[in-house]
């Protein structure tokens, strides 16, 4: 799922890419790098609150720009 997440954040399909990124966080909480892109997702798509929110941004690894 992440690979096709990250792909999908390239081409700035975040919808997709969003769904993807839950998904691998259904199979491991603990995944940082599908929180970070599951964030830059919201991010594009203008959910800034949801993006800051998360996990990942509260991550001293995160960093969304």
Do not use: P, Q, W
Not at 22 to 29: E, F, K, T
Not at 42 to 48: D, E, Q
């Amino acid at each position: 799922y992440l690979n096709r997440a990250a792909a999908f954040n390239a081409i700035e399909n975040y919808e997709d890419a969003e769904i993807d990124c839950s998904r691998a966080l259904s199979l491991n909480r603990s995944h940082l790098k599908a929180f970070y892109r599951r964030a830059v997702a919201r991010k594009g798509m203008g959910r800034l609150d949801e993006a800051e929110e998360g996990e990942c941004a509260r991550s001293r690894n995160c960093r969304l720009g």
